[in-house]
């Protein structure tokens, strides 16, 4: 059954215009907003033949609820219009270069979520993989953080994030974990070929049977006074470490 949910926020509606333009019921926008960036926006949803409503700003505040930056523009999206793929359909695809994967276990933060998201589709991410229990999920929030990037990257959702590791590892997949006590650091591992970063919350890093069906665990290394890192920083020295390797191999 298709499920309507809201995007907020220009990044986010434009996005989802240029990739699954399709997909929007129907635009709301601000009535007193009228600067050039509002009037792109209309311009590119009358070609899409999309409908725009102009509305009140306190109806727009009521939808997208206390933390919701809308900018004045708000999007009914129908998720069923979307072809999210899961692991085997990317492992399957013709990928132009090696499966390249950012696991998240365990972050329930939105704004985090929505930074990770936008570090993979910069890095060139084949999918984010997080399960579905104790992480937060595709929120408006999220989409809105990530700036376009959740229209981009496939997020999957899975029920048992050990058993999905497992998976990729038959699949040939080299799947590492970040620790800050491991044994080696990111920048002495080989991340050139098919591979899954795995990172945790900031508080509690990765669970620990996550951390056991790793094929190996790493550090990064730390030249100041902090011990840790937010995990959309973490996750972006990770996947631009990967890049790096991956750029040299071609």
Excluded: W
Excluded at 74 to 96: F, G, M, Q
Excluded at 105 to 122: I, K, Y
Excluded at 181 to 209: Q, Y
């Amino acid at each position: 059954m298709a499920e309507t949910r809201i995007l907020f926020g220009f990044h986010a509606v434009l996005s989802r215009m240029r990739q699954h333009g399709g997909s929007i019921q129907e635009i709301l926008i601000d009535k007193d907003r009228v600067d050039p960036r509002m009037k792109d926006l209309l311009q590119m949803a009358e070609q899409a033949n999309i409908r725009v409503m102009q509305v009140e700003r306190s109806r727009l505040d009521g939808m997208a609820g206390r933390e919701g930056r809308h900018q004045g523009v708000i999007a009914r999206v129908v998720d069923t219009a979307i072809p999210y793929k899961d692991i085997h359909d990317i492992l399957e695809a013709d990928l132009d270069e090696a499966p390249f994967f950012l696991v998240l276990d365990g972050v329930e933060d939105p704004h985090n979520l929505g930074a990770c998201l936008r570090v993979a589709d910069a890095m060139g991410v084949h999918a984010v993989i997080a399960p579905k229990d104790r992480a937060v999920g595709l929120n408006a929030t999220v989409r809105k953080v990530a700036c376009g990037a959740a229209e981009t990257v496939p997020f999957i959702a899975v029920t048992n994030l050990a058993r999905t590791l497992r998976e990729l590892k038959d699949a040939g997949v080299f799947v590492v974990g970040t620790t800050m006590d491991a044994p080696s650091t990111l920048h002495n591992t080989k991340l050139d070929g098919p591979i899954a970063l795995v990172l945790g919350s900031e508080g509690e890093g990765i669970r620990r049977l996550t951390a056991e069906t790793c094929d190996a665990l790493v550090t990064i290394p730390m030249f100041g006074s902090v011990e840790s890192l937010n995990v959309s920083v973490a996750s972006g020295i990770c996947l631009y470490e990967a890049r790096r390797q991956r750029q040299l191999k071609k």
